[in-house]
């Protein structure tokens, strides 16, 4: 069964030709790890930034998120970087109090200053998901380099050094 969905990019509406309704969470699973070139459940799950027993709940329920779905068919999918906050795991929230905390250290003078609020808020609001991706791998890398899984120890450590080291 095909079915068509519309994707939203800037400033134009395209429809695109979905996938089967009928793929499983198996082969989502292979694509992504195509996708990411890695060849374990476990490597995948490093490089989703999600636990290894997400992937295993996804084989288990065979049932994969849309988020991650879209990963896997190389869609751009923008509700992969906005998901509510409750929604994200771990180091998605930890690595976006990460982003916040440089996003206002580089844009501080947009919220004082009326005529770089004019020129500099567009690039700001634009900035927002290459810092929030930078901060999910400088996260994730903290957490490999520390060989520790918590994603709020990590931060707050980062967010420390960042804040504090070159004072």
Not at 14 to 31: D, L, W
Not at 42 to 63: F, G, K, P
Not at 65 to 71: A, C, D
Request: hydrophobic share 45%; with cysteine; glycine share 2%.
């Amino acid at each position: 069964m095909l079915f068509f969905v519309v994707v939203f990019t800037m400033n134009n509406y395209r429809f695109t030709k979905a996938r089967s309704s009928m793929e499983n969470a198996a082969q989502v699973i292979e694509k992504l790890k195509t996708r990411f070139r890695v060849g374990t459940d476990t490597e995948l799950a490093t490089r989703l930034l999600i636990s290894r027993s997400t992937v295993a709940n996804w084989r288990n329920r065979d049932s994969v998120p849309e988020r991650y779905r879209s990963i896997a068919h190389g869609q751009i999918n923008w509700a992969a970087y906005s998901q509510p906050y409750g929604e994200m795991s771990d180091v998605e929230r930890a690595a976006m109090r990460i982003a916040i905390m440089r996003l206002v250290r580089d844009f501080a003078e947009v919220a004082t200053d009326y005529r770089a609020f004019m020129v500099r808020s567009p690039e700001a609001a634009m900035s927002w998901q290459s810092y929030w991706a930078r901060a999910c791998k400088d996260l994730h890398d903290a957490m490999s380099l520390r060989d520790s899984e918590s994603a709020d120890h990590c931060a707050d450590l980062l967010a420390y050094n960042e804040a504090f080291a070159s004072k």
